[in-house]
């Protein structure tokens, strides 16, 4: 129904006279809705609305509470907010890839056609409420600039620890010392945690300052706030975190201790002065998931857990766990050393940052500032007795080398490299400058290992792929094998926060070093052959451990893809 057939239909039926249709035509501004044209002008307000979509199109009449609302963050990140309230409308769910929206013309074909165009969703369900159900829709699921500030209420919850830093007013300035900037701070630290975040970014931009939360492995928008907040909320975290807030031009890092709701939560911050101002980045993490956390409880598969078991309590030797940062290698060491730690074993730690302060562990904190570097440390450990020795990173051939003498020497070590698979780990070893035959002389197992999302339990749905396809990516193992496949429901559901994944599992590439392999090594071959041998001796490669909780119905083809090369 077009605006001018719109407008007869309310003078036939008696709301607005001819004379309003007249001046509501003349006044209407450009890309203006006649109907909100109509509300502004006061010819009609939202009980005539009501009542008139109550009369004459009650199949279009919105009947769900505001308050009830919920859209996954990655739906609104699509919606462009100057289009939805230009045109009043609201998002109010999104289900079988249906935007359903609430609008005070549901009849604005041209208006919903913008939205499709920008937001690319093709399928938009219009459905008709009053003026204020549209806009308090609207401010819940896009907070206007400024309010956030006053509608964060009290975080009582959050206990921060204290410094003993002196704070100069001069230095900090009013804006800093604001209760709505400390709220806030408060704010985002608590809503991180209850979501799940492992990460937090607050990233200044030209125009506006971004709140992203990377929960599950994926990055997402949750706030954005007025930029003229940045300093401020930059100098507040800087504070918590007992950096320099006067130095805006060098990175720093620091460190946040806070309890939220009696749970302890330590943040490693990063700040690095951009082109708009300084990007935060605070690293979650929970003393007490690292504590409580078992081997059993990775995601090892049967096989390759005794693989591992059987390297930790060697007495002597070096194991290595590879990946890129965020691979999940410190849970994986962290669950190795709870698994070792009794009193008649002395651990050693040398770590940059110590991750989680754990009872019964001697964890050095490295600082190269003042010469404690990870080299020192080791040499340092080995004067004091350990059993097990754990390097929080290789970053050297000095440090590669001692560690490698120290397990030559009767001691377990265990470290990490950031290399993409178990094989090139041992050639890089040998490209720092290690000795071929040190390497083969030392090493006892490298395991590489990335983090998959695992499908939400409540709305995973069977996977629809052609078996044909299936057989090919390695899912099926015959055309005959009856097997159930399951893949994330597209806009997921509550419980999943739309995304379709719940919490993450390691996938694990084991490679044990036998005597065959130790030759291999000491001849100098490449990550191929190592590779190569490995297979033949019934190491799975990461993609084909990934594709072995495919078939468990943990995850799916999707998201094995996009972690996992083949």
Avoid at 267 to 278: A, D, K, M, N, Q
Avoid at 292 to 302: A, I, T, Y
Wanted: proline letters at 4%; glycine letters at 6%.
């Amino acid at each position: 129904m077009d605006e001018f057939k719109l407008l007869e239909f309310f003078s036939r039926i008696g709301y607005i006279t001819k004379e309003q249709v007249a001046k509501a035509l003349s006044s209407k501004e450009k890309d203006e809705d006649i109907v909100s044209t109509l509300l502004r002008l006061g010819f009609l307000d939202d009980n005539k609305l009501l009542d008139f979509y109550k009369r004459y199109a009650s199949n279009k009449l919105w009947k769900g509470n505001p308050q009830d609302v919920k859209l996954p963050a990655e739906i609104l990140n699509k919606l462009p907010q100057n289009i939805l309230r230009k045109h009043l409308i609201a998002p109010v769910g999104y289900e079988d890839n249906k935007l359903i929206v609430v609008m005070t013309n549901p009849f604005n074909q041209s208006a919903i056609n913008e939205l499709r165009f920008a937001s690319k969703i093709d399928n938009i369900l219009p459905y008709a409420s009053s003026k204020k159900v549209v806009e308090d829709i609207l401010n819940k699921l896009f907070p206007p600039e400024g309010t956030i500030l006053e509608e964060i209420g009290e975080t009582g919850d959050i206990e921060i620890e204290a410094t003993e830093v002196e704070l100069s007013p001069d230095i900090l300035g009013k804006e800093v010392s604001e209760v709505p900037i400390v709220r806030l701070a408060n704010f985002i630290i608590r809503e991180a945690v209850n979501v799940g975040a492992s990460d937090i970014h607050i990233e200044p931009q030209e125009k506006k300052l971004i709140v992203r939360y990377r929960v599950d492995g994926v990055l997402r928008i949750f706030h954005e706030f007025p930029v003229h907040i940045k300093d401020a909320v930059a100098a507040r975290f800087k504070i918590m975190s007992n950096m320099d807030i006067s130095e805006k031009r060098r990175p720093q890092d620091g460190r946040i201790r806070v309890k939220i709701s009696g749970k302890k939560i330590d943040l490693r911050v990063s700040t690095v002065p951009t082109v708009y101002g300084e990007k935060i980045v605070m690293r979650i993490q929970e003393a007490e998931k690292y504590l409580n956390v078992k081997l059993d409880d990775l995601g090892f598969e049967p096989d390759d857990l005794q693989k591992f078991r059987k390297a930790i309590w060697t007495p002597w030797g070096m194991i290595l766990v590879t990946g890129p940062t965020g691979s999940g290698k410190t849970t994986t060491l962290y669950a190795a050393l709870m698994e070792r730690n009794h009193p008649d074993v002395n651990i050693m730690t040398a770590e940059d940052p110590v991750e989680v302060s754990i009872p019964g562990l001697n964890q050095v904190q490295i600082n190269e500032r003042i010469g404690l570097t990870f080299a020192s440390a080791l040499r340092a450990f080995l004067r004091q007795d350990p059993d097990i020795i754990l390097i929080g990173e290789i970053r050297d051939a000095e440090t590669a080398e001692i560690g490698i003498r120290a397990s030559l020497t009767g001691h377990l070590v265990f470290s990490t490299l950031h290399t993409n698979d178990a094989s090139s780990s041992i050639t890089r070893l040998i490209d720092m400058g290690i000795e071929p035959f040190l390497v083969g002389s030392s090493l006892i197992l490298v395991v590489a290992q990335r983090l998959v999302r695992k499908l939400c339990p409540n709305c995973k749905i069977q996977d629809d792929t052609p078996r044909e396809a299936l057989l090919r990516l390695g899912v099926l193992k015959s055309m005959d094998e009856k097997i159930a496949i399951y893949k994330a429901k597209p806009g997921g559901c509550e419980q999943c926060n739309g995304t379709g994944y719940r919490g993450r599992i390691a996938v694990f590439e084991i490679l044990e070093v036998d005597e065959e392999m130790r030759k291999l090594i000491v001849k100098g071959a490449t990550a191929e052959d190592i590779r190569d041998l490995a297979k033949k001796k019934g190491m799975r490669t990461l993609y084909e451990a990934g594709i072995v909780k495919v078939r468990k119905g943990i995850t799916d083809i999707a998201e094995v893809e996009r972690v996992l090369a083949k």
